[in-house]
């Protein structure tokens, strides 16, 4: 809408005319939340939306086109005006988001310290190794799965073969033996 076309809706504004506010609203809503945009800090942005800073301004206004009967002498005395009352509504709203904002802290500290990321892996690998170990179990003969769980458990080749009586050169051939078939039953899938 142009300023001349501005002017023009501007007296049935100042009459009360719902219809024309909403116009003149939906001319005027980008630029103001443009206006909040631009003054919000970048921590704010979770706490405050520019529609509702420009919903409450443009409230405001109505209530007082009806009840006080502003007037405006043009289109731009109307957007200064609009501009001043939402730049005063935004600061309103960031003292009161002030003393709040002073006492958060961020979830990725506790006492000023960094939390350090998980060191327990997540759901999809332990269903990912539950599933391997279960296809292992399955191509493994049975005296030879005491073989895998005590290399499960962490222990090495010399204290498997101490803990089952085998060489170890032997319970090294039963691990490359079942990482074969392993290999093959993977490839045949």
Known sequence: MSTEGLDQVLDQLCNGDETTAERVFLEYEPYLRLVVRRMLPAQLQSKFDSVDVVQSVWVDVLQGFRDA?????????????????????????????RIPLAHQQSL??????????????????????????????ALCPP???VLLQLKRQGCSLADIATQTGFHPSSVRR???????RLALSTDAH
């Open 69 to 97: 009967s502003w007037r405006f002498r043009s289109a731009a005395q109307l957007k200064a005006f609009l501009v001043t009352a939402t730049r005063n509504r935004f600061l309103d709203r960031l003292r009161q988001q």
């Open 108 to 137: 990725d500290t506790i006492d000023g310290n960094p939390l350090l990321p998980s060191t327990d892996p997540d759901p999809v690998a332990v269903a990912q190794a539950d599933e391997l170990w279960e296809q292992m179990l």
């Open 143 to 145: 005296h030879h799965q």
């Open 174 to 180: 039963i691990f490359y033996d079942l990482a074969r």
